[in-house]
């Protein structure tokens, strides 16, 4: 922005805040430095209006609230203000504890459009009167980046308008178009998720941002739900697709000396010979624990129950007969991921 | 979203309420504290010095008053208050504080809880039933409260850690930086004296902790990790493996960072990712089963098949 247009939006800033009535364009363009022309001249007088109008939308971006009347009934022509209350950031008084942690919230954000917000949020509660010391530290920090959905979906749920999006699920083909109604986005375990309601399925759905393909279209109007009212998104997710599983089988393994140690640290122990030591381990569903135990190899044999037993020889039996091709048929479905198999 | 940091006009409603806070305030710290440059805030001071209100003449104009490098606000023009934060400006502050909320240990959570509550006040409209939900890992709370502790405290530890990549347990030394939270889990990030290097060290892998009686010295080199872009990087020297996936392994697409992902036909993806060592692969391998097999290199898929015939050894199968 050019340093004259700059200076005219200080002034018409300055202008619009210490007036009372509404003033007209007209009455602006007789009064802030930079408006000047001749009214007269319809080339000129478009010129003008143009300007103006880029001008308010200027401060519109930048968060002015510029209010809209007329300064008595017989007036016919808009006028322009800006109430001090709704324009001016309230008295904050913030302790000094209180200030370290915003200064440091503040810099979490690792999604730069978030982290700009931040920052310029930060700024304005220094221009109050906030103290903010940067070297301050909680010892420790959560890192935080989001999606690129979560701009428009939280949006969208703010002003309770429905979205459209593409969806992707790993095990499907395409992306299938989901209609949602959201009602809020949560963070859970490190992941961003849409809880809402589905107008496909019609019941309440939730969706995972990351797994959402290109844009999120707003669909209607704003206002056009209401979500429940003691919705708890937390929990919504926390419960999608069941809580934890139940542990209440046992399995006796046996582990060689000093190997799998990713399998010791969840086990019992329960005695120790030369072939190895024999541990148990609590487990809920057999395929399950028979998928973890069967990435340790030969050096974990489980001695019972036998549920676990066969379900790991028939793994370990695909295993040795692949002859490095992919086979033909894809086997049935095994879902959840393993936990803590991280690198 | 918008970046309004960068807006100039902006920057300027808002200088003017700054200094009237801090009167007499050096110019260098002033520019320092509001991330500009001297000469910039030079530069705004004096395009606001000649705006005002109307009229324009000299008891209109803002003023200021010079003192060596110090300046005093002297007239405001009725810009005495900065603007409200807008929507992604309190949203951005509110959401990052509904994090640091989570996190355990009661003294700092109440003046975090209280920063909330007033900046969600001072908001307005802007942070008004705001749709956002935060909740860290459950499973951590009481050890990163531990690990937090002692790395305000300032001393060594000594961990017992257990390696996921090595399948290995070791007692080790570190000197900690910091705790963070990333993906879902929180780490200790630490110079670990064993490997001469920073190490992230997730916290529900050390299985036991122990402050020594010494202060933790972190060597002048040691940078916190960029962790923008993910907390495993892999790097380009570590053993490309390539494997066939099926439908129902596709969800290693989204667990582990991968090199490549070729949709190769309906049923198999290529997939390509960089293994930390070939025990790690096999492991890998054999643990996703018949719905992957190993494409390259080749001696993994042979190590596989070897592993998974002695395994089978023991069955009499």
Redesign the interface.
């Known amino acids: 922005?050019s340093?004259t247009r700059?200076?005219r939006?200080?002034?018409l800033?300055?202008?619009l805040?210490?007036t009372r009535r509404f003033l007209t364009a007209a009455q602006i363009a007789a009064?802030?430095?930079g408006y000047e022309h001749n009214a007269g001249d319809s080339r000129e007088h478009e010129a003008f209006q143009r300007k103006f109008e880029r001008d308010k939308a200027?401060l519109r971006?930048?968060?002015?609230?510029l209010e809209t009347g007329t300064a008595s009934a017989f007036d016919t022509e808009p006028g322009y203000r800006i109430a001090?209350r709704?324009?001016?950031?309230?008295?904050?008084?913030?302790?000094p504890?209180?200030?370290?942690?915003?200064g440091?919230?503040?810099r979490?954000?690792?999604h730069?459009?978030?982290?700009?917000?931040?920052?310029?949020?930060?700024?304005?509660?220094?221009?109050?009167?906030v103290d903010v010391d940067p070297q301050a530290?909680?010892?420790?920090?959560?890192?935080?980046?989001v999606d690129p959905a979560f701009?428009p979906l939280?949006?969208a749920?703010?002003e309770r308008r429905e979205v459209r999006f593409d969806y992707r699920v790993?095990?499907e083909?395409s992306a299938m178009t989901r209609r949602l109604q959201?009602?809020?986005?949560?963070?859970?375990?490190?992941?961003w998720y849409v809880v809402g309601h589905d107008r496909d399925r019609d019941a309440a759905r939730c969706f995972r941002l990351?797994?959402i393909v290109g844009p999120v279209a707003l669909v209607g109007l704003p206002g056009a739900y209401r979500p429940p009212a003691d919705v708890n998104?937390?929990s919504y997710v926390?419960n999608w697709g069941g809580g934890p599983p139940d542990r209440t089988g046992r399995a006796v393994v046996?582990v060689r000396p000093g190997?799998?140690?990713?399998v010791?640290?969840f086990a019992e122990h329960l005695s120790s010979d030369p072939d190895g030591d024999r541990l148990a381990l609590g487990y809920g569903d057999a395929e399950g624990l028979a998928?973890?135990l069967?990435?340790?190899?030969?050096d974990?044999?489980v001695l019972e129950p036998d549920e676990v037993?066969k379900a790991?020889?028939a793994?370990?039996?695909?295993?040795?007969e692949?002859a490095?091709?992919?086979?033909a048929v894809?086997?049935?479905?095994?879902?959840p991921?393993?936990a803590?198999?991280?690198? | 979203m918008t970046a309004a940091g960068g807006d100039r006009l902006g920057r300027l409603l808002n200088l003017v309420p700054y200094l009237l806070a801090r009167p007499g305030i050096e110019v260098a710290e002033a520019a320092a504290d509001l991330g500009v440059t001297e000469r910039q805030l030079r530069e705004d001071l004096e395009l606001l010095w000649v705006c005002g209100l109307p009229g324009y003449g000299p008891g209109d104009l803002i003023d200021m008053a010079f003192d060596g490098d110090r300046v005093t606000i002297t007239y405001d023009a009725g810009i005495d208050r900065p603007l409200r934060l807008t929507q992604d400006e309190a949203l951005a502050l509110v959401v990052a504080l509904r994090m640091l909320a989570e996190l355990p240990g009661a003294h700092d959570r109440a003046a975090v809880e209280s920063a909330l509550a007033k900046i969600e006040s001072a908001a307005g409209d802007a942070a008004a039933d705001l749709p956002v939900a935060v909740r860290l890992p459950p499973n951590t709370t009481r050890r990163l409260a531990d690990l937090r502790a002692a790395v305000q405290r300032g001393n060594a530890l000594r961990l017992r850690y257990y390696s996921a990549t090595r399948d290995r347990v070791s007692e080790r030394v570190v000197d900690p930086m910091r705790v963070v939270v990333a993906e879902g889990h929180a780490y200790l990030e630490a110079w670990c004296r064993a490997a001469q290097g920073v190490r992230l060290f997730r916290l529900d892998r050390i299985d036991e902790h122990a402050e020594l009686p010494e202060p933790a010295v972190v060597p002048a080199g040691a940078a916190p990790k960029d962790l923008r872009e993910g907390i495993f990087r892999p790097d380009a020297d570590m053993p490309l493996v390539t494997l066939s996936v099926g439908r129902w392994a596709r969800w290693i697409t989204e667990y582990y960072p991968c090199e490549s992902v070729v949709e190769d036909s309906p049923e198999r993806w290529l997939v390509s990712l960089r293994a930390v060592d070939m025990a790690w692969a096999r492991r890998l391998v054999l643990g996703l089963g018949p719905e992957v097999s190993v494409v390259a290199p080749a001696e993994l898929a042979a190590e596989v098949r070897r592993e998974a015939r002695a395994a089978l050894a023991a069955y009499g199968a």
């Open positions: 922005m340093r700059t200076e939006l200080v002034n800033v300055i202008c805040l210490s009064t802030v430095p200027e971006d930048l968060g002015v609230p001090r709704e324009y001016a950031l309230p008295d904050i008084h913030l302790e504890e209180e200030t370290a942690a915003v440091i919230a503040a979490l954000w690792q730069a459009g978030l982290a700009a917000a931040a920052s310029s949020g930060l700024l304005k509660l220094r221009a109050a009167g530290t909680l010892g420790v920090e959560p890192v935080v980046t701009g939280q949006a749920a703010r790993p095990e083909d959201p009602w809020g986005v949560v963070c859970w375990r490190g992941r990351s797994r998104l937390i926390a046996l190997r799998a140690a990713g010791r640290r998928r973890w069967v990435g340790y190899g030969a974990v044999t037993r790991v020889v793994r370990l039996q695909d295993l040795a692949a490095g091709e992919p086979p894809p086997a049935a479905r095994g879902v991921s393993p803590g198999a991280r690198p």
